[in-house]
């Protein structure tokens, strides 16, 4: 277990800390806690990268747990930011049925031998929609925070899409029937 890995799983530990704080009622500041624990968990995600490839640390667990762990983190902050109104569930569907998609593409590459590095229509979707919910959480309110809500929940769902869109398109000989 090297220390990638082990601040992998620190971020999965997080995510029922930061859910606690985001969701349990009358918690002093219990949002402005969730947010820093959410911004903490992202940041965790840049910092594990980044000391596996320079430390050549990466593993198979690396490789698998790490974007399960940015899925689960955002994910459940959406998910509860569903339950708190602030972004709707159409929005959300539509980003976790990507990350299925996603996943389960990943499945049929790996059963073929294919690993498939993430890209970088990806690695800005995952920022952007980290971005948004932090502001979502912060909730400073008036309308224009209300318009930066919304420019970041349409530009998150469109990258979401566009990432997806590109993800198959650069990997279609996966899908291809003649092997």
């Known amino acids: 277990m090297n220390l990638p890995n ?16 985001l969701m349990v ?9 969730a947010m820093g ?13 980044k000391i596996a490839r320079k430390y050549k640390l990466v593993t198979d667990f690396g490789k698998f747990m790490d974007p399960l762990a940015d899925k689960l ?31 389960g593409f990943r499945l049929v590459a790996a059963d073929q031998g294919v690993v498939i590095a993430a890209g970088w ?22 309308k224009p925070m209300h318009i930066v809500e919304l420019v970041l929940i349409y530009a998150a769902l469109a990258l979401t899409i566009i990432s997806m869109l590109d993800y198959f398109i650069r990997n279609r000989s996966v899908l291809s029937t003649e092997k």
Do not use: H, Y
């Open 6 to 21: 082990k601040i992998t799983l620190f971020r999965v530990f997080l995510i029922p800390v930061f859910l606690v704080f």
């Open 25 to 33: 009622p009358d918690i002093p500041n219990g949002n402005w806690i």
């Open 37 to 49: 624990i959410f911004i903490v968990a992202s940041l965790s995600d840049m910092v594990d990268g």
């Open 73 to 103: 983190l955002v994910c459940s902050a959406l998910i509860a930011l569903i339950e708190l109104g602030k972004i709707p569930a159409w929005v959300v569907i539509v980003i976790i049925a990507r990350e299925f998609a996603i996943s």
């Open 121 to 142: 229509w990806g690695k800005i979707k995952t920022t952007v929609q980290m971005v948004m919910v932090i502001v979502l959480i912060a909730d400073i309110g008036g």
